[in-house]
């Protein structure tokens, strides 16, 4: 132990003078008497008075002494020695998954990863990165504890799957040359192993409390043959007893239906519930007093969408294997090409004219409103395609090859399927309207004989009926809300229990989605009207809901560099709060002690021994 202000011990020989005072004798108290008559037989006094006394240590003294010592020891600030836990530079990595909801781990991680950030000091960076569906840098390089501070207190759980591989890419690459980087990370570690473990200069804060706990999951809703619609909930129970939980559906904030389930541990039940509901509403479940250890995942939402469009117009070129995939599709009807009555439009090649409708462009000359046709390019096959895309769900077109595509640059059109930099399909907006176009003609690929083909059409088709059915789009929490580029126009979203978010024109996709909830999509037109709405629903991942917590594998003495630093730990305040109670203690003491003889009223003699004579008995 060392002291900041070693001087301050001098105080110590305080202790002398209070020690003196104990060795003091009392002085004899005066007091006036009406005569002296009794005592003059008395003679010489036996004894004379000394000012001194041998100490007594009594209780009193040892408090008052120890108060003393305690007060001198705060004055010269006492410190520790020990080595850092921050390094050079130091990456804190947070959870915030769903599983981290389980019985406070995702508080506790942030209160852990607080007690980092005050040990910060100015030599000492630290970086903050969220660990969620999408990983991202909160902060980089801070010299600032109060910025760290704030980026740590201001992170949210989420209700999705945490990347913790892409997390450690972003912390590693965060590492510079000069400075050693070492990677924190707060978070349970998942079910599944990472993708590269042990993790080389890491350590690993664990977190694995864990409790009962019962879940929404999950929630749809459909229609039977006959037009009623039933929604079908499952709640699963992950580890709590078997006993039952009450679930309620309600629906504009009407609680329509209540039933108790009684899954077994382990197990899942489900159940299927009339819903007295229309097309285009939102049906929430939600647990009742399930008294479990993770809230989060106790609701659940679906929409009911609006029944798709049933008519559609080939124009342009024949094609007969678009005629052939119209024809496929149930409850879909080819309409002539000469009326106005159909809802989609099917352009292949030609002049895609004024687009009054939601449409489907192949190749047409010109490209439509927002492509800058400049080269047209050979011998292309499909390299990508945008990940997540619901277009694209269950669709792979890996092999997919086209003898000619045109070559089209834009900023507000989306491109889902690309060769290289060149699109090749692409989802956008004409007049209000959806729109999917293809740089390629379809007769010169070979996409019409690949098994994908059906598939991809379908749920194109589909896509540009959404125009009329809201666009529901249901996905787990976490999953990117894409957005259609509007021109001129913005974008609105609503989500849950948050304030509006107005977003750019060039704007992609909606990130924000950990939150499990509904989130309204608006377009708005110039003057701000809204021009219309499409409906994400963003369930808590069930994959969390187990919250399953193991080890992560880390490379053992890498975590502390050679440039790791030591620092001090103050004792002090703790050393004046003891003085402080050391304080009260005496004084309670000093309260409960004898009280002192009760001095006799003016004008009386308190009666006293008379000494006998000497040489009487």
Known sequence: MSFLVPAALGLSSLALPLIALYMLRSRRERVEVSSLLLWETAGDPLSSSRPWRRLKITPLLLLQLAVLAAFVFSLARPFG???A?????TVLVIDVSGSMGMEGRFERAQDEALGWAEEMSGEQLVSVVEAGALPHVVTAFSRQREEVVEALAGLELTGGEADLSEAIRLGRGLATPERPTDLVLFTDGGAAPLAAEPVAAARHVRFDETGPNWA????SLERDSAGLVRALVSVANHGGPARAVGVELESEGTVFARLDVSPEPGGTEQAFIPAPVGSGAVVAARLVHAGDSLPLDDRAWAALPIPTVNSVQVKGAESPFVSALVRSIPDLTEVDASGDSAELSVINR????????PSWLIRTDPPPPGLALVGIAANLGVTWQRPGEPVLDDVSLAGTAMAETQVVQTDEWLPVVKSGDV??????????????YFTFDLTHSNLVVQTAFPLLG???????GGEASGGVDPSPAGVPIPLLSWGTGTVRVIGPGEQPVVLGDNAASFTRTGRPGVYRVEYLVVDGQVERSDLAVRSFSPGESAAHSRQLAVEEGTFVSDERTSTIREWGLWVAALAALLMILEW????RGPRGARRPAPGLVTPLATPAPRGRP
Do not use: F, T, Y
């Open 85 to 89: 836990r921050l390094g050079a530079h």
């Open 350 to 357: 030609g002049e895609p004219g004024e687009v009054d409708r």
């Open 216 to 219: 929404v999951e999950a929630l």
């Open 588 to 591: 309670w003491m000093a309260l």
């Open 458 to 464: 379908v749920k194109l088709l589909e896509w540009l």
């Open 423 to 436: 699109p090749l399909v692409l989802l956008g907006r004409v007049n209000g309207h959806r729109v999917v």
């Open 81 to 83: 020695s020990e080595e």
